[in-house]
């Protein structure tokens, strides 16, 4: 089985920064992609930001140039570090995991901007 971990979520003023983490634990092997995507109250889930195998990341325009992806192949990880939230980032957010053909998804980690 394959489990994912998010953490770092939390609570954040307007112009703050927070740092989200997930681990892949299990047997999970050959990591492709690795992405975040959100989902705030009453909203369908969105994509947030891909990183590739390769490390060429990809972001949606609400959060370019405010929030990076990187990854650690070797410890499974994917980060994301948001810097100058908004209220609007308020979401629940997850990592998802790509790997031989598979999709696999974190449980969710809260963020929560105030104004």
């Known amino acids: 089985q394959v489990h994912l971990v998010e953490s770092g979520g939390g609570l954040a003023q307007a112009g703050g920064s927070l740092r989200l983490s997930c681990t892949a634990s299990g047997s999970i092997f050959s990591i492709n992609s690795m992405a975040w995507h959100r989902q705030a109250p009453g909203k369908q889930r969105e994509w947030v930001a891909t990183i590739s195998s390769g490390g060429m990341t990809v972001y949606a325009d609400s959060v370019k140039g405010r929030f990076t992806i990187s990854r650690d192949s070797a410890k499974k990880t994917v980060y994301l570090q948001m810097n100058s939230l908004k209220p609007e980032d308020t979401a629940v957010y997850y990592c998802?995991?790509?790997?031989?053909?598979?999709?696999?998804w974190g449980p969710g980690t809260q963020v929560t901007v105030s104004s």
């Open positions: 998802r995991i790509y790997s031989n053909f598979v999709d696999y």
